[in-house]
């Protein structure tokens, strides 16, 4: 069992930046792979990140390459996502979810934290 817990969203200028984190609790967090997802008002859950259990490998949606980055520290149970230039259609809920691979699917989660609203302003 993993519960998880994103925080650091807000409101922010176009081409500012924000770091999302998200902290796990489980002692078989580092057995998951993590991956962030986002969802805007009246659209599906679109995959956005994602980082393998060890943290040796990640994942991007095309779109976001060079702006987002994903770590990750094991030690501490928690995932983060630097996002810079951010841009008015960043805006949405973030959410970070723990599975067993890098997958771009929702599906392929097992656990989901509550998420967290980020917003940017033009």
């Known amino acids: 069992q993993v519960q998880l817990v994103e925080s650091g969203g807000g409101l922010v200028q176009a081409g500012g930046s924000l770091r999302l984190s998200c902290a796990a609790s489980?002692?078989?967090?580092?057995?998951?792979?993590i991956g962030w997802f986002r969802q805007a008002p009246g659209t599906e859950r679109e995959f956005a990140a994602a980082?393998?259990?060890?943290?040796?490998?990640?994942r991007y949606v095309n779109s976001l390459k060079g702006r987002f980055t994903i770590s990750r520290d094991n030690a501490k149970n928690t995932v983060l996502l630097q996002m810079n230039s951010l841009k008015p259609e960043d805006t949405a809920v973030y959410y970070c979810?723990?599975?067993?691979?890098?997958?771009?699917?929702?599906?392929?989660?097992?656990?989901w934290g509550q998420g967290t609203q980020v917003t940017v302003s033009s």
């Open positions: 979810a723990a599975g067993p691979l890098m997958d771009v699917a929702t599906q392929m989660y097992d656990y």
């Open positions: 489980g002692r078989t967090f580092s057995s998951y792979a």
């Open positions: 980082i393998s259990a060890s943290g040796g490998a990640t």
